[in-house]
């Protein structure tokens, strides 16, 4: 079983940043695709961003050019560097681990709260 810990998020006023970090208890390199998704009171959960064992990078329109993917493979960590925060990026912030290739698996963090006041 693969576990994922979210850390990072908090309070932060509009046009602050914040940096969200998920920590996998297995080698990252290893997983097919990392990804952060969030999910604001009332909605749906949307996809935020992900990176690839390749390290292909793609993030969701509504943020392009205010967050940023990447990864630490030597401290197995992804993070989500969110830069310019609206209040519309609030909302749970959750890392998700997929293996496509057998093994398969499906895994999801616990989540973090982002909180961006105006």
């Known amino acids: 079983q693969v576990q994922l810990v979210e850390s990072g998020g908090g309070l932060v006023q509009a046009g602050g940043s914040l940096r969200l970090s998920c920590a996998a208890s297995?080698?990252?390199?290893?997983?097919?695709?990392i990804l952060w998704y969030r999910q604001a009171p009332g909605k749906q959960r949307e996809l935020v961003a992900f990176?690839?064992?390749?390290?292909?990078?793609s993030v969701a329109t509504s943020v392009k050019g205010r967050f940023t993917i990447s990864r630490t493979n030597a401290r197995n960590t992804v993070d989500l560097q969110m830069n310019s925060l609206r209040p519309e990026d609030t909302g749970v912030y959750y890392c998700?681990?997929?293996?496509?290739?057998?093994?398969?698996?499906?895994?999801w963090g616990q989540g973090t709260q982002v909180t961006v006041s105006s």
């Open positions: 998700r681990a997929q293996r496509t290739v057998a093994p398969t698996y499906d895994y």
């Open positions: 297995i080698r990252i390199s290893t997983i097919n695709t």
């Open positions: 990176i690839t064992s390749g390290g292909s990078t």
